[in-house]
């Protein structure tokens, strides 16, 4: 019995004879049911971030570089996914994560008038090399210092907007508490069915590094939580 990849037949057959379902039966089925939760998690991750831009009409304290390395992060960690065909399971939050993450760097343009010509120059620059990265038209060597990379432009996205967190007041601006705690989550979660899923070790090394970082930042928005200003609701 077989549903999107999700083996059901040994839980459901430990169950009927009355035995709860054996370590090696259920621990597949745990890491495939929470990569498919992430997934369905990840269509909704930084809608809050989006909108507390949106509603405040304000990119206070946050570094634009920082949301357009990420986009870039994203874009070669799912072009490597998908060309060493691993279960959609493992790797689907990526797809939805890379269309929020292009939405929220328009976002941050929009509201970051006027957008100086450097800026315009690293979004055209993205626009004409994405899709040969996503197609996988790039000699194999190459593709696999990208996904190395990636790993250290992850942790150089987060960078900045860390630094800017402390040295700016010690605040952290428009940053959402949802966003960070839900790739705070995610990132954790991640870690268990990559082991499951057993991926490439980069790939779980980018969750690790997913939790150091994204967990530096969720820890600056509790420890400034009172230096926000007032009018703002914390569950934002």
Same mark, same amino acid.
């Given at each position: 019995?077989?549903?999107?990849?999700?083996?059901?037949?040994? %839980?459901?057959?430990?169950? &009927?004879?009355?035995?709860?379902?054996p370590?090696?039966?259920?621990l597949?089925?745990?890491? &495939?049911?929470?990569?498919?939760?992430?997934? %369905?998690?990840?269509?909704?991750?930084? *809608?809050?971030?989006?909108?507390?831009? +949106?509603?405040?009409?304000?990119? &206070?304290?946050?570094?634009?570089?920082?949301?357009? *390395?990420?986009?870039?992060?994203?874009?070669?960690?799912?072009?490597?996914?998908?060309?060493?065909?691993?279960?959609?399971?493992?790797?689907?939050?990526?797809?939805?994560?890379?269309?929020?993450?292009?939405?929220?760097?328009?976002?941050i343009?929009?509201?970051?008038?006027?957008?100086?010509? /450097? /800026?315009?120059? !690293? %979004?055209?620059?993205?626009?004409?090399?994405?899709?040969?990265?996503l197609?996988?038209?790039?000699?194999?060597?190459?593709?696999?210092?990208?996904?190395?990379?990636?790993?250290?432009?992850?942790?150089?996205? !987060?960078v900045?907007?860390?630094?800017?967190?402390?040295?700016q007041?010690?605040? /952290?601006?428009?940053?959402?508490?949802?966003?960070?705690?839900?790739?705070?989550a995610?990132?954790?979660? !991640?870690?268990?069915? =990559?082991?499951?899923?057993?991926?490439?070790?980069? +790939?779980?090394?980018?969750?690790?590094?997913?939790?150091?970082?994204?967990?530096?930042? *969720? =820890?600056?928005?509790?420890?400034?939580?009172?230096?926000?200003?007032?009018?703002?609701?914390?569950?934002?």
């Amino acid at each position: 019995m077989d549903y999107l990849g999700i083996d059901l037949s040994c %839980a459901i057959g430990s169950l &009927k004879d009355g035995n709860f379902p054996p370590k090696d039966c259920l621990l597949p089925l745990i890491s &495939k049911l929470l990569g498919y939760a992430i997934v %369905a998690a990840s269509t909704t991750v930084k *809608l809050p971030q989006i909108l507390k831009i +949106v509603n405040h009409k304000s990119v &206070k304290g946050l570094s634009l570089i920082a949301f357009e *390395l990420e986009v870039v992060g994203y874009t070669i960690a799912l072009a490597y996914c998908l060309h060493n065909g691993l279960p959609f399971s493992a790797y689907g939050e990526l797809v939805f994560l890379l269309i929020q993450a292009l939405i929220l760097v328009a976002v941050i343009y929009y509201y970051s008038k006027p957008v100086g010509i /450097t /800026t315009w120059i !690293r %979004a055209l620059l993205y626009c004409a090399v994405a899709p040969t990265i996503l197609a996988g038209q790039i000699d194999p060597i190459l593709f696999e210092a990208l996904y190395a990379s990636q790993h250290a432009i992850f942790f150089f996205a !987060r960078v900045p907007q860390i630094w800017k967190n402390f040295s700016q007041n010690k605040s /952290t601006g428009e940053l959402s508490f949802l966003t960070c705690l839900m790739n705070v989550a995610g990132s954790l979660v !991640r870690v268990f069915t =990559s082991l499951q899923e057993k991926a490439p070790a980069m +790939v779980l090394l980018g969750s690790v590094l997913g939790i150091a970082t994204n967990g530096a930042l *969720l =820890s600056q928005i509790i420890l400034y939580w009172n230096s926000q200003v007032p009018k703002e609701k914390k569950a934002e």
